[in-house]
């Protein structure tokens, strides 16, 4: 059952006085055809979005202050804007943005889904949440009214104004376009490289102590040759001079 258009309008610009703060009415929604026959709200709609197909619509009921920016002020007119949740959804993410789940509830007991695919919004659930539950702790909400500026808002339901929440949601498709092997493989080349590394340095510390061993036998080896070869006191001359050569070198 909607309200008659005139009867809505003023429940609106009542709760709008009272509160003095914007009013949202419950959602039309002619999602099933049915509702959509001799209805004044649908075919009004129609003639002005040709395009529209039954989903979710809203009015938002806007006070406008004699005085600009003074919300003290006297209220002197009003200004009523359409929303088509649709449209409003599927402006939000860039073409190509992997599917997300919107739900859009009130306090008068509407409750609706959308699935938003990049630039694309299909209304999937009336009177229903889509979301999936292993989800729930990654919830991101908002009042409606913090989307216009407007901070706190006393809701009274039996005077027209509902209230909306958004909550948005991940879904399982935009879990796995961003879960990728990329850190595993991160991981396992830099541990490639340091194995490499280290094998590097053990090869060249293998070879230098090698060389060292084999020096070392060689030096052995001439110092036996010549204590075979000379007797001490010709050996001791023999080191002396070389000692000489080699710090006259230097």
């Not at 009272?18 to 075919?43: C, H, I, L, M, Q």
């Not at 190509?96 to 889904?113: A, D």
């Amino acid at each position: 059952m909607y309200h008659d258009g005139t009867e809505a309008a003023w429940s609106q610009f009542e709760s709008v006085y009272e509160t003095n703060k914007p009013s949202w009415p419950r959602a039309f929604d002619f999602s099933d055809e049915g509702d959509r026959d001799d209805n004044f709200v649908y075919d009004q709609i129609k003639s002005v979005y040709p395009w529209y197909v039954g989903d979710a619509v809203n009015t938002v009921t806007y006070p406008v202050y004699e005085e600009f920016g003074n919300r003290s002020s006297q209220i002197v007119a009003f200004l009523i804007a359409g929303i088509s949740w649709n449209t409003y959804f599927g402006s939000i993410l860039p073409p190509g943005s992997p599917p997300i789940m919107v739900i859009l509830e009130n306090q008068c007991g509407q409750l609706y889904s959308w699935e938003v695919i990049g630039n694309v919004a299909t209304q999937v659930g009336k009177r229903d949440d889509r979301h999936e539950a292993k989800f729930n702790d990654l919830e991101v909400s908002s009042d409606v009214n913090s989307l216009i500026g407007v901070d706190e808002t006393t809701f009274h339901p039996t005077k027209g104004n509902c209230g909306f929440s958004i909550r948005v949601y991940p879904t399982s498709s935009f879990e796995e376009e961003y879960t990728t092997n990329g850190p595993r493989a991160y991981a396992l080349s830099l541990a490639a490289v340091f194995a490499f590394t280290c094998a590097v340095f053990l090869l060249y510390d293998w070879l230098v102590e090698r060389r060292q061993k084999a020096v070392m036998k060689s030096a052995l080896q001439s110092g036996k040759l010549v204590s075979s070869l000379f007797p001490k006191e010709i050996r001791e001359r023999l080191y002396e001079e070389q000692d000489a050569l080699v710090r006259k070198q230097k």
